[in-house]
């Protein structure tokens, strides 16, 4: 992997140190020439869709044929939608949801899960139940085995959780759900565009993807994968344009669209999906292994560095296995939000506070970063801690 000819991709890290693609990715030149280029084009030619419908439409039939291929699907388990939360919404609305039923969900969800289920408890009556993180997958297995009841309905996961980064072993999760009649949801807000991945073989009913994080993609366009066999365990609940096959206005009836397209309702910009699909060929052209290896590399640098500092916490997994391109870590006497002041002004650096639970911050590791940079990080934490300690 050639870094910097990468790194020219990305001009903004002429600015700082970016340990921030957790939040919002940097979007290379040629994905946003891309989003660019296909604005420009609705500027000079109008709106493509009604001028030129036999060169939009296939086109867009393409776009969402790569990025269904990117995930081992077909388009038609496919349904636009504007990020995680739009798609996990979706449904759990399709849920015929009773008093008592239950959704089990992980410690360390973001708000795209969490508050979802915080409010079908409280509009419905269901128990939201939590397993705890592991870092042994085995184990990890089991406490979710151990939790999945006679009314579990749902089980909705992150697959690499938001704050503390633990990767889950979603294959063996998701088959115990499946052994047990209960639907599987899974967040790839945080895996998807890491590696090589095929949703069908990751085993899940249901999952949330979006462009904006390890897609390197311009934010933000989000999509529902809907298993094929699992198209009618879902009612359509939010039925509007775009969801219907055939609409016909003076007799009032319809028909769905017989593919995940029935969820999708309302528009899009359609400039940002062509962009990240054609952010999927970025990512190929650089390589997806390559792309994991240095991912990994980088985070293990990392995590050995926390772990040589006296005060310092690893809250990631150590292991690969169990984590993925973030690293979630405390320092003490120190509170995240203050941390991460003081790394932007004196490194330069923008790294997220946890927002909620444990104190510290976390790294996300783009591939874009160098070594050097992973050392600054280390070499300034370790003369915080010392500060502090001294004080
Ligand atoms: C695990 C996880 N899921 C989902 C999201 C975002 O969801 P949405 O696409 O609805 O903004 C984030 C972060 O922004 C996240 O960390």
């Known amino acids: 992997m050639d870094i910097e000819k990468i790194r020219r991709d990305f001009p903004a890290l002429q600015q700082y140190t970016w340990f921030q693609n957790g939040g919002v990715s940097l979007t290379p030149a040629p994905v946003a020439a891309e989003h660019i280029r296909r604005m420009e084009e609705i500027l000079r030619r109008g709106p493509l869709h009604i001028v030129y419908p036999d060169e939009e439409y296939p086109r867009r039939q393409r776009t969402m044929d790569k990025l269904a291929s990117f995930f081992g699907v077909e388009a038609a388990e496919l349904a636009l939608m504007r990020g995680v939360s739009e798609g996990f919404q979706t449904v759990i609305r399709g849920i015929e949801w009773q008093e008592g039923d239950e959704i089990l969900i992980s410690e360390d969800e973001e708000a795209a899960l969490l508050l979802p289920a915080l409010q079908l408890r409280d509009l419905h009556g ?13 184990q990890q297995v089991a406490a ?9 309905k749902l ?7 938001t704050d503390l980064g633990f990767r889950l072993p979603v294959e063996k999760i998701c088959r115990a759900a499946s052994e047990r009649g209960v639907l599987s949801f899974l967040d790839m807000a945080h895996s998807a565009g890491l590696y090589e991945m095929n949703l069908r073989d ?12 390890w897609m390197y993609s311009p934010y933000a366009a989000g999509l529902l994968y809907v298993r094929r066999e699992k198209l009618e365990a879902l009612r359509v609940h939010y039925a509007g344009g775009r969801a219907e096959a055939r609409l016909d206005f003076v007799q009032d009836t319809y028909e769905l669209h017989e593919t995940a397209e029935r969820f999708q309702y309302g528009p899009w910009s359609w400039p940002l999906v062509h962009a990240w699909a054609f952010a999927v060929e970025y990512l190929r052209e650089i390589g997806q292994q390559a792309i994991w290896a240095r991912t990994t590399a980088l985070a293990d640098q990392l995590k050995q560095g926390i772990l040589h500092i006296a005060g310092a916490e690893l809250y990631t997994p150590k292991s690969t296995e169990c984590s993925a391109a973030l690293v979630s870590f405390g320092l003490e006497g ?13 490194q330069n650096m923008i790294i997220k506070a946890m927002p909620h639970g444990r104190e510290g911050l976390r ?24 500060q502090r300690r001294a004080s």
Not at 144 to 152: F, I, K, N, Q, S
Not at 202 to 213: E, H, I, R
Not at 334 to 342: N, Q
């Open 363 to 386: 790294g996300s590791m783009a591939f874009f970063l160098h070594t050097s940079e992973i050392d600054q990080l280390i070499t300034a934490l370790a003369e915080l801690a010392e």
């Open 155 to 161: 089980l909705a996961l992150s697959h690499v959780t």
């Open 144 to 152: 979710v085995e151990e939790r999945l009841g006679a009314r579990t």
């Open 126 to 138: 269901v128990k939201v139940v939590k397993v705890p993180l592991l870092d042994d997958a085995d």
């Open 334 to 346: 120190w509170g995240g939000e203050e941390l991460s002041r003081v790394l932007r002004e004196e």
């Open 202 to 213: 990751l085993g899940c009913d249901f999952a949330g993807l979006l462009s904006y994080k």
